[in-house]
């Protein structure tokens, strides 16, 4: 199993995570050992195994019949394949039968052996089960029973379906167990409507649904977005059929709400299960702690989580990591420290999950305290078990950028028997998807099927949102597909899908994907509503981003800050301040703080409307509310102030920004000397350009546009000065430098040696842009309305020449440079090619 390159190796100095791995070996015990599987052939292993729960009675069972009955062993050879492969299928499901009606705690056993044949043997196992010559009324019964079991182990549902009609038909009765099975198993596979007509038919004609049979036909509608057909379940169970819903029924409903964006009935829910006397449990808190995390509701989640305490449960490591990352997502890594200490002192034990979370806040706000907590988590390994202990430290060196590390660990774990997770998995596929390595991360897919660990939601989260970043949309548009054939959870993937199509610019496969959501009845849940209405904002679809905010507010969708910020700063683009302003209120009244970026949103806003009074308004209320103006405040006023033409304000505005102690960056210098520039101050600009590079600011190729600019319009003399000091700074020509000559021999009346410098570039497959296309145009006018224009102006006309070479040069051999590091696989594209196969392997 080779993978492929990863991550660019650091040097070889040994990393002391990779010695934990002999300890995760020496602590790796046998008590995920399933006995059943020495029966089983290797390819079964993993996917047929008897729960735990039923594992000690069945092997009580097995060795009091294997001291009693030597035909036992005959039995169990013939089913688990110790005949020769000539012995006649019907041999073996009659021997799976014995051992079935030997004790009744071996019937999930000999289930499990005859699931091992299947589904080569399905077409048999269908013909000796129905077989009219088979026995006694009774026998034949427990051989539908048995074909009935091994299906649904096998996750055969439709023949599943074909034994259970020909159950009813010979006048017997399914077991509970039996159908609730094949509940999981339809709704799984996204078959609805046939699991609502097996619930129908146990309705009629029996067995009458247990407790068991209602949660499961209530999960599997809240999975498919069904709510309100599973909230009506809830009241019919006790109302019609007796049966009285436990806190389990409250927790699933919950949950589902919850998950699709319905957090308001969720408590209202809570309140109701509160009410009819069903004690909530720490799943139930987790459930709603999570929620309010998520939606960045981080003081009514602390109130929820010490309420806890109040009511004698005692939170987990789940809770605490529901509560760590609500404050690492939101940029609180104090409090998701003291959340993190606190869980320590609590005597409870942080998983992978912690580490994860823990590292994500640290590596996107580093925050030092944070990245200590990263290292605690990370070596608290030996006081959990192996698999977590392994998947610690794959995501310990994922966040490391170690990704070939991170994959040798795996693969010696897997090479040397220890316990592997999908957790572990998915830390690397996304990693490798962040890192743009797509082959790398379906690799590791097919490397998971291979060793049938069942792939999760968040598995194919990863690899859609890794092709999204590549802008592989029809390749994620195929994974998604096959995940709604697969019955997962989709509400996360679908928000994925439709946002990146917004950024890809592509509106009609963005609207398609919100009409899909809607078609297979996912309910959008906030984040999904966010990024649709963030999409419509950033293509300047105002009015169908509003449309769309007000439904989201109508289902109960309380949007946050960048939902608001976003349509605010489409009405600010589309010049509509009045709108802008008024959302800015509602924001207030709704119970949110307007933050630094709305009211640089509203500031950038009334810039652009030339509305300087209204700005410096606004920015003493953005003061007397707490906030603290920042560099991109102070660089939209300045910049507006410039615009103007008004040098004074723009300097009042810089020396305030400097009396606040906010650093300037590279967009005010550029700013500035911009301005400075245009209004010919090209030794002002230069002393700028000294007081960049003293303060340790790089120039960018703005700067040095904006310069080249101001140089070709001012005095040769000075002008070739500061040329000298922009060429000894290593400047870097682009598209944009080409253009800012090729115009400037237009404005001088030289568009002769435009066209010249032009065919030029062309001739070396230089890249043009618009701009640089209607530069050419305005040349070629210039040229037709009077052929024999000339210009007396030598002296420029050679310096700009002289400027043109000095850039094309540059350029040149820049792009010289580039040329001998082309991959040579150019056009290698192994997963579009396949991504059906790959998937379909799962």
Partial sequence: MRLLAAAARQPNTPHPLLAALRRLLSTATSSSYDPTAQFLHPDHRRVLSLPASLRHDAFLALARLLKISPQCHLALHAVSGGFPSSTPLAARFAAASRLAASASALRPFAAILLAALLPAASADLLSWSSSSSYGSGRAHYGALRLALHAFLAAGMAAEALHVLARVRRSGNTPSLSALAALLRLLFRGGEVRAAWNVFEEMAASGPRPSLAIFNAMILGFCHRGMLRLASGLLGVMENKFGTVPDVCSYNILIKGHCVFGWSGDAFKLF????????????????????????????????????????????????????????????????????????????????????????????????????????????????????????????????????????????????????????????????????EGLHEAAFQLYRIMNKLELAPSTHTFNYLIMGLCHQGRLDEAQLVLEHMVSKGYCLSTSFTIYLDASFREGDAVRALKCWDDMEKIGLQPDFIAFSAYVNGLCRLDYVNEAYQAFFEMTTRGLVPNNITYNSIISAFCRAGNMAEALKLQKQMRQSGLVPDVYTSNILIDGLCREGNLNMVDSLLLDMCSNGLIPDTVTYNTIINAYCRAKDMNGAMNFMNKMFAAGCEPDIFTYNIWMHSLCSNHMLNQAGKVLDELVARGCAPNSVTYNTLMDGICSDVRDRAMILTGRLIKMAFQPNTITLNVFLSHFCKQGFGKRALMWAEKLREDSFVFDDATRNIIDWAQREMENDPQASNEDIDRCLFLEFLMFMTYETMHNSRSSKATHVPTNKGFDPVGSNMIKILDTG
């Fill in 271 to 434: 309140e109701e299960m509160c009410r009819s006397g069903r004690e909530p449990t720490v799943v139930t808190y987790n459930i709603l702690v999570d929620v309010l995390c998520h939606e960045g509701r981080m003081a009514e989640a602390r109130r929820l989580f010490d309420e806890m305490e109040q009511v004698g449960i005692k939170a987990n490591t789940i809770t605490f990591n529901v509560l760590i990352d609500g404050y690492a997502k939101t940029g609180r890594m104090d409090e998701a420290s003291t959340a993190y200490k606190e869980m320590k002192v609590r005597g409870l034990v942080p998983d992978s999950c912690t580490f994860n979370i823990l590292a994500a806040g640290a590596y996107k706000f580093g925050h030092k305290a944070a990245q200590l907590l990263v290292h605690d988590c990370g070596m608290s390994g030996s006081h959990i078990s192996a698999a977590e202990g392994l998947d610690v430290l794959v995501c310990r060196l994922c966040w490391d950028g170690r990704l070939d590390d991170a994959w040798e660990l795996l693969h010696g774990a897997i090479e040397q028997g220890v316990p592997v997770s999908v957790a572990g998995f998915n830390a690397l596929i996304a990693a490798y998807s962040k």
